[in-house]
């Protein structure tokens, strides 16, 4: 298995640009986490799916700020427009869920730089 | 305060020491996390524990759920090693969030010397 699929793997973009992220879960997965990390305030939920529906939103930051799960195997996390105060690391991770929740693994994140 | 405290910040050893990295929690939880962070970037789960202890090789984790504590160890550490050590818990029942919610620490910066 090629585990959590995360692209691009770095971003650079000038402020009031869109952004999107991208995440693929591991195959038979079906709660989808993504994650911020930052060197000031570390690593935070963002949001989180099971089974393709959102179950925590409360750590997206502000309404520019949405994320999506199209399929079962699928997300992306758009920043539109985006700010220098975005810049951070973004992970999704991914787990399987059956009423209990399970171990997580992590993709290798995508640097994200607003100018 | 931070519902996930995490002790040392930082720590410094030399090669084959025993290193003991510790957590502490406020808040009810299903079960604790003890992830591993290379300079790389790049984030690996160590242990996922809800009570007593486990090991994978040199990695022994423990954790007190009465006490709401964990701690990871490191037995015989190598250069390798070094890495930011970040303790995870996931909302029990009981959690005023929601049960799927990891909540981290601020992590632990491990650097063993040769």
């Known amino acids: 298995d090629a585990g959590v699929i995360q692209s691009p793997r770095h971003e650079v973009t000038e402020m009031g640009q869109e952004v999107t992220l991208r995440c693929k879960l591991i195959?038979?997965?079906?709660?989808l986490f993504w994650y911020r990390q930052t060197m000031m305030r570390g690593l935070e939920l963002l949001i989180y799916?099971?089974?393709?529906?959102?179950?925590?939103d409360s750590g997206m930051p502000e309404d520019r700020f949405s994320a999506k799960m199209p399929n079962a195997s699928f997300s992306t996390l758009k920043i539109q427009p985006s700010e220098p105060r975005d810049s951070a690391v973004y992970f999704c991770?991914?787990?399987?869920?059956?009423?209990?929740?399970?171990?997580?693994?992590f993709g290798p994140g995508t640097r994200l730089t607003v100018l | 305060k931070n519902e996930v405290e995490q002790s040392p910040q930082n720590l410094t050893a030399q090669e084959g020491e025993f290193i003991t990295i510790n957590c502490s929690y406020s808040?009810?939880?299903?079960?604790l996390h003890w992830l591993q962070q290379h300079p790389g970037g790049g984030i690996v789960s160590l242990f996922m524990l809800s009570s007593g202890k486990k090991k994978h090789g040199r990695l022994i984790a423990t954790i007190n759920i009465q006490e709401k504590h964990s701690s990871l160890h490191i037995t015989a550490s190598h250069p390798r090693d070094s890495a930011v050590y970040i303790c995870?818990?996931?909302?029990?029942?009981?959690?005023?969030?929601?049960?799927?919610?990891?909540?981290f620490g601020k992590g632990t910066k491990l650097s063993v010397k040769p």
């Open positions: 995870a818990v996931l909302g029990g029942m009981n959690y005023g969030g929601s049960q799927g919610n990891l909540i």
């Open positions: 799916f099971n089974n393709n529906v959102p179950i925590d």
């Open positions: 991770a991914s787990s399987f869920t059956s009423g209990v929740y399970n171990e997580q693994f």
């Open positions: 195959s038979g997965h079906n709660s």
């Open positions: 808040v009810g939880i299903s079960a």
